[in-house]
């Protein structure tokens, strides 16, 4: 057992339930995870074809449970959600629930590379990839597909979509070998694999001279390819690209859409059933910051929508949240719902890449949230799209070998809340944290202070980094601690342009314009500052510091409450913390407070540079007085 997975390990050991049903892998699933819950009830468990794909139902009458599922997935699912249902402390008597998923694609990128590191990893090495080729501890990793599936996920990529060459290789025939060991052990937990492929593989792995996608050779290349991932792996989901980006190669270096890029790739795959996942992360990155018309965030957009409809059945275009780069705020990416001839991913970021590094907490609940509530049009939200265009949900994964998997151990929190929220994005954040809490420490009542402050933890640490939706006041390359102006004059595009008078981008149609990739409504809410979100105002418009907020204060006199304020409730966070020490295990206490100390040096560091720099560039003191460091 590997430190704390609380949520899908029962300590209590007492005998083994009485369980019964037809022979598979979610009988003997059901065995195990009850093996050591005291007072299983017993279990009896059918496949009913009235049910649909992965869904199951629970039915319980005293002592006695059954469950039935749509499909031996469904089974799993359905003892998964049995044991959760009981250790939440749910009752037997009269349960009656029935429980489908909303998207059937529930999936996890991991940015894996052949060394064992982990692109942006907060929880140390791969568990999937050591010394430059395949390489797991076989228990650990069938532990970890137990994770996953107990949360609803059911496919993974196991290599960084930055591919390099040794990633490449997984196309050869001693990679699938390797690879298919994988599959193995995630199969049973009904946990496809999907391969990170490089847009260069003809010529890297195929030895042609291009990858040119109109090319028959390439054509061919691919084609081949597939046949021989399908005949190790049958049931791989697919390919995942990252092409055309951050100085990848892509079909547009080639004079070719995005579209004739997957379609080729699409169509290798289709006779097996496999998907391509294209990924719309394209900007220029190689901008001038004295050039203030090319404008990042529209870039996917206009790469992109003018080829809605024209991708291949089996083509789903990887959408990230934002129009950016999952920064702590940003409004969602306009393609969502305008690419309506597209199917779609939705991709979020459990890796704390801008929001902590998984040392500060932050809930990503609340924000996906946020995400999900985002106006698509006047009548329609992002989470109407799922199920719908959207049919897949991803996450970069926050998961590592650390003992807890995920480094701080409240972040566990967040890849709990990414399984259950992709299953049914109808979910709070504020039921997801409480049942991980619930799951993770026990029916403790006690234990409210932790669920206010897991779910404050997105608000503070917002109110200590970049103000207002403009981000990117990071230290380059590592992405945690403050640098306002470490991407100022870089390539990036990632630009606050403050000056001594005003900070912010005008992206309405007296600037870059960007708001008309919106619909009518939301374009509208955007271009006026009165009805633009107060937390994106800067990302959307051009404001004076003077300028008076709704609270009433000026924009600098906000920006310096809001540092105080934000490293002020660290400090709360930590006492908090510290009062619920006779509730938790010495463990789980001190290893949380460890953190919480470091969050501490990295919110008072964001706040006195932020105020500092701000102070020095306008000149104007803090109204209520308090020290800025300069
Ligand atoms: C995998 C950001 C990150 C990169 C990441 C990239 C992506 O730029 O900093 O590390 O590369 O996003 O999503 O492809």
Redesign the pocket.
Known sequence: MFGYHAWIQSDKVSSAPTVSGPECFALEECKQVFKGLKDAPNISLSISDALPLEAYTLVGCHDNVHITGGDEAGLLYGVYGLLFHIRKGGRLDNLNLTEKPAVNRRILNH?DNPDGSV??GYAGKSLFWQNGRIGYNLDRLRDYARLLASIGINQISVN???VNALGAQLLTEDGLKDLAKVADVFRPFNIKIIISVHFDSPVIVGGLRTSDPVDEKVARFWTDAAARVYRYIPDLAGFLM?AD??FRSGPTALGRTQAEGANVIAKALAPFNGTIYWRC?IYDCTQDWRDTVTDRPKAAYDYFYPLNGCFDENVIIQIKNGPV?FQVREPNSPLLGAMDKTRQALEFQIAQ?YTGHQIDLYNLAVHWEDVFEHPITEARNTRDLIGQEVDAIVAVSNTGDDENWCGHLLAQSNLYAFGRMAWNPALTAAQVTQEWIHLTFGANPKLKPLLDMMLKSRDVFEKYNAPLGIGWMVTPHT?YGPDVDGYEFSKWGTYHRANHEAIGIDRTRTGTGYTAQYHPYVRDMYENKETCPENMLLFFHRLPYSCRLKSGKTLLQYIYDTHFEGADEVDDFIKTWESLKEYLSEEAYTTVAERLLRQQVNARQWRDVINTYFYRKTGIPDEAGRKIYC
Do not use: P
């Open positions: 940015w692109e942006r960084n979509v930055n990252k980006s951050e992360f780069d890449e992405h």
